[in-house]
């Protein structure tokens, strides 16, 4: 994460600080004198702290002035912290609507607005358990974030720094299988019924989702379910980048994973087919990105056939199936259902052109 610090610094946090918290005009003019080179000092005492250091290998940016105005310099705790926070909350936003967006115009089925089980006004709930959940999930990631860009976790920079041969390639079928199996027990321990309405209702109130119902989650939830992503760079090797890309795919892959167009008829990808039946039936496909933990916890549920026969997926027959039995497991799950479905006509109309 010191690689996405660095650069926001460059471009947005350097001159914020200067601003909001500017230094002194006499701390300043040291520290320019250090990148002056005819500027000389007595002795190793006179050197300033905080002087902007290259975050990786690959590219360096040079800081501006505004790196050298604030009160608070870049390796500030305080400072790393606060802009931590806001890079996971913005960018955890933006990743968000772009990724959900793309989503709801080029791969969502939009006749799923025609669904008895979906929601009135549901993208606009959707995005607004989003935007409540980000900034607190952001408070709870911000610290472990802080931890790796203070080098206590085990991210290393060059790929020649890899502990032994191909673990550069390996790095990411070993975070992957790490993360699923965790994740498959956290996902299945909040269906428990000490916990399931409190937490883990929330993300449930879309029997049918869209998209935007990809970061839908009560906080605790959201974060309970990412634990074992922010784990593994502290506990194995994980080189910088990589651990940017699987960053990124996390989030676009929870996105798929909700789009509602079945394209993954697999035996092993627990993709949106197989999230569809978890959603419509709660206690099936707690997996992450496979089956494998499903299959071997007795959990895992085929999608129905018809999902993948776009003849059939919308039909009113097959969506009569899914209401009884959904409605039928809700009881058990639940008890009370206290969703409102349904959409009006003059919605529906603008939504299904």
């Given at each position: 994460?010191?690689?996405?610090?660095?650069?926001?610094?460059?471009?947005?946090?350097?001159?914020?600080?200067?601003?909001?918290?500017?230094?002194?005009?006499?701390?300043?003019?040291?520290?320019?004198?250090?990148?002056?080179?005819?500027?000389?000092?007595?002795?190793?005492?006179?050197?300033?702290?905080?002087?902007?250091?290259?975050?990786?290998?690959?590219?360096?940016?040079?800081?501006?002035?505004?790196?050298?105005?604030?009160?608070?310099?870049?390796?500030?705790?305080?400072?790393?912290?606060?802009?931590?926070?806001?890079?996971?909350?913005?960018?955890?936003?933006?990743?968000?609507?772009?990724?959900?967006?793309?989503?709801?115009?080029?791969?969502?089925?939009?006749?799923?607005?025609?669904?008895?089980?979906?929601?009135?006004?549901?993208?606009?709930?959707?995005?607004?358990?989003?935007?409540?959940?980000?900034?607190?999930?952001?408070?709870?990631?911000?610290?472990?974030?802080?931890?790796?860009?203070?080098?206590?976790?085990?991210?290393?920079?060059?790929?020649?720094?890899?502990?032994?041969?191909?673990?550069?390639?390996?790095?990411?079928?070993?975070?992957?299988?790490?993360?699923?199996?965790?994740?498959?027990?956290?996902?299945?321990?909040?269906?428990?019924?000490?916990?399931?309405?409190?937490?883990?209702?929330?993300?449930?109130?879309?029997?049918?989702?869209?998209?935007?119902?990809?970061?839908?989650?009560?906080?605790?939830?959201?974060?309970?379910?990412?634990?074992?992503?922010?784990?593994?760079?502290?506990?194995?090797?994980?080189?910088?980048?990589?651990?940017?890309?699987?960053?990124?795919?996390?989030?676009?892959?929870?996105?798929?994973?909700?789009?509602?167009?079945?394209?993954?008829?697999?035996?092993?990808?627990?993709?949106?087919?197989?999230?569809t039946m978890h959603h419509l039936y709660f206690n099936y496909n707690y997996g992450q990105f496979t089956t494998l933990w499903d299959r071997l916890g007795g959990s895992y549920r085929q999608p129905n056939d018809e999902l993948?026969?776009?003849?059939?997926?919308?039909?009113?027959?097959?969506?009569?199936?899914?209401?009884?039995?959904?409605?039928?497991?809700?009881?058990?799950?639940?008890?009370?259902?206290?969703?409102?479905?349904?959409?009006?006509?003059?919605?529906?109309?603008?939504?299904?052109?």
């Open positions: 994460m010191d690689v996405v610090l660095e650069v926001f610094d460059t471009f947005l946090f350097d001159r914020l600080y200067a601003t909001v918290l500017p230094s002194s005009l006499a701390s300043y003019s040291r520290i320019i004198g250090l990148k002056n080179v005819n500027s000389t000092f007595s002795s190793m005492r006179e050197i300033p702290t905080g002087l902007p250091t290259p975050s990786n290998y690959l590219f360096q940016l040079e800081p501006s002035e505004y790196a050298y105005m604030s009160a608070w310099s870049r390796d500030n705790i305080w400072r790393q912290g606060l802009s931590l926070y806001l890079i996971t909350w913005i960018f955890g936003l933006v990743i968000y609507f772009v990724c959900a967006t793309l989503s709801y115009l080029f791969v969502f089925d939009h006749a799923t607005f025609t669904h008895p089980k979906y929601l009135k006004n549901q993208i606009s709930l959707e995005i607004r358990q989003t935007m409540i959940s980000l900034p607190c999930m952001a408070i709870f990631t911000a610290p472990i974030f802080l931890g790796e860009v203070r080098g206590y976790a085990k991210l290393y920079d060059s790929p020649l720094a890899q502990p032994f041969p191909f673990y550069n390639f390996l790095q990411f079928p070993f975070f992957i299988a790490f993360t699923d199996f965790f994740i498959y027990w956290i996902h299945r321990g909040l269906h428990h019924p000490l916990i399931y309405k409190t937490l883990h209702k929330p993300h449930h109130k879309w029997i049918m989702p869209t998209p935007f119902a990809s970061h839908a989650f009560h906080p605790l939830d959201g974060f309970a379910q990412s634990v074992p992503y922010h784990v593994y760079p502290y506990i194995f090797p994980l080189q910088k980048f990589a651990y940017i890309v699987l960053f990124i795919f996390i989030n676009v892959w929870t996105v798929l994973i909700h789009d509602g167009e079945y394209v993954a008829k697999s035996p092993i990808i627990n993709g949106a087919a197989c999230h993948f026969q776009r003849e059939n997926k919308m039909s009113r027959a097959e969506w009569g199936r899914q209401c009884q039995e959904m409605e039928s497991t809700l009881k058990n799950v639940e008890g009370f259902d206290d969703r409102k479905y349904g959409v009006d006509k003059a919605t529906l109309e603008k939504k299904t052109l």
